[in-house]
């Protein structure tokens, strides 16, 4: 039997864990915590907007029959009645004949019918020189010309952005009902691991996939937390693991899956018999393990270690879980086309996923492979901002070719 008729599709691999998330329960929300998360409910918007007839401009609150005719050469003279600034809460009226010093956004008095702007005036305190006549109505803003009490403010499904922030504070609404971010416990296996910015020893390397990793949950809206990486010691891995799951509504381990002698994490799981550990016909990514774990059937994704697969997995399997969790869609990023710049090659059976520079362009974007294949190469991953994906039957394609492309800064 080859290898590759052993492998698990990567389909088949994420609609199982797919199958296996659950979308967390839903809650009201902070507004601000709730960007880019989907409204679960339409919102209706309890008020108004403006909420009031108010003034456009600084100048005078004006009747618009007492200064029709006015002109720089015949000025309009008024006397100053009085004074309303923005957050005035005293109500004010007018009577004809006179005028009333306004601010941009104060309400505008009751018998008001038109604003003049301070520029079109002597800007006078207790007589005014109306210079200009307005127009009736000119610069008061009214209320509801904008959004009406009982109109749709956000609909369910629409993604909350920084407009629609906006909208929701101006309305008065300061929580929305969204799924939360799942709360996501990072850990990395190795005993070769040190943190940045520690002293290295000679055989041991610095641990980029926690922190790698922990970035990537955080571009997906997720909460991380990072643990420090353990031992390969599968006693102190699931201590580490058992303590860490309070916090977590999802577990990601990198490292620690393969068919070493020190693959600790498949070691210590299969002990609990939860996960199951598989390989998947991709490359980078190939050694996958997924289950439940804990009181809470904690979903855990343990990725292989080697950098690149790491987080490549991350794309492929946990960013879709976690927008699941969250009840967004689409959960897989959608791929474009590019035309790639030059020839590469692929492993028959395996779908393969190389980094890419991708530039849109008009007439037809483009993309130029980046680093080699090496699932090692961060240097590579680090200019990339595309994964070229080649299908499993693939094995070469010629530079010019067009080929599907994942845009991994893009919103989905
Ligand atoms: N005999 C075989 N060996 C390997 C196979 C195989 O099928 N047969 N598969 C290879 C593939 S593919 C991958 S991917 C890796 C996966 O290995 P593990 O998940 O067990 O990961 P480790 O052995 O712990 O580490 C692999 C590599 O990555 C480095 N690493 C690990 N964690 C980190 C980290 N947090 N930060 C930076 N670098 C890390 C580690 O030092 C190793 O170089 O197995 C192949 N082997
Ligand atoms: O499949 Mo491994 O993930 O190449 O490097």
Same mark, same amino acid.
């Given at each position: 039997m080859s290898e590759n008729s052993s492998l698990r599709g990567v389909d088949e691999h994420l609609a199982s864990i797919l199958d296996q998330i659950r979308e967390l329960p839903a809650y009201d929300q902070p507004l601000l915590e709730t960007l880019g998360l989907p409204a679960v409910d339409d919102v209706i918007s309890p008020l108004s907007l403006p909420i009031f007839d108010n003034s456009a401009m600084d100048g005078y609150a004006v009747v618009f029959r007492d200064v029709a005719e006015a002109t720089p050469d015949r000025p309009v003279h008024l006397p100053v009645v009085g004074e309303i600034a923005a957050g005035q809460t005293q109500i004010f009226a007018m009577s004809p004949g006179t005028a009333v010093r306004i601010m941009t956004g104060a309400p505008i008095p009751t018998g008001c019918t038109a604003v003049v702007p301070v520029e079109d005036t002597d800007d006078g305190v207790a007589t005014v020189q109306i210079r200009r006549a307005p127009r009736e109505g000119q610069h008061i803003r009214r209320a509801g010309e904008d959004v009406k009490e009982g109109d749709v403010v956000l609909r369910q499904g629409e993604r909350i952005d920084a407009r629609r922030v906006g909208l929701l504070a101006s309305v008065g609404v300061g929580r929305i009902i969204t799924r939360p971010r799942p709360r996501v416990v990072v850990m990395s296996t190795g005993s070769e691991l040190v943190d940045p910015g520690e002293q290295l020893a000679r055989d041991s390397i610095y641990d980029s996939n926690s922190y790698l990793l922990a970035a990537a949950v955080r571009q997906a809206g997720a909460i991380a937390y990072r643990v420090a990486a353990t031992p390969d010691d599968p006693e102190t891995f699931v201590e580490a693991l058992t303590d860490q799951l309070v916090r977590a509504d999802v577990v990601v381990t990198s490292g620690g899956v393969s068919k070493g002698t020190h693959d600790v994490v498949k070691e210590a799981l299969s002990q609990l018999g939860t996960v199951e550990f598989c390989e998947v016909a991709m490359q980078p990514g190939k050694p996958q393990g997924f289950g439940v774990i804990g009181e809470d059937d904690t979903p855990i994704f343990t990725l292989p270690g080697n950098p690149v697969s790491s987080y490549v997995s991350f794309e492929v399997f946990v960013a879709p879980a976690l927008r699941k969790m969250m009840g967004r869609t689409p959960y897989s990023r959608s791929l474009v086309r590019a035309r790639i710049t030059s020839e590469v090659s692929s492993m028959k059976g395996r779908r393969q996923f190389l980094r890419g520079f991708f530039e849109p362009r008009v007439g037809g974007s483009v993309v130029t492979p980046v680093g080699g294949p090496g699932s090692? $190469?961060?240097?590579? $991953? %680090?200019? %990339?901002? %595309? $994964?070229? !994906? $080649? %299908?499993?039957? !693939?094995?070469? !394609?010629?530079?010019e070719a067009d080929v599907p492309v994942m845009l991994l800064d893009r919103e989905y």
């Open positions: 090692h $190469l961060m240097g590579g $991953l %680090a200019q %990339a901002n %595309a $994964l070229i !994906v $080649l %299908a499993e039957d !693939v094995t070469t !394609v010629p530079a």
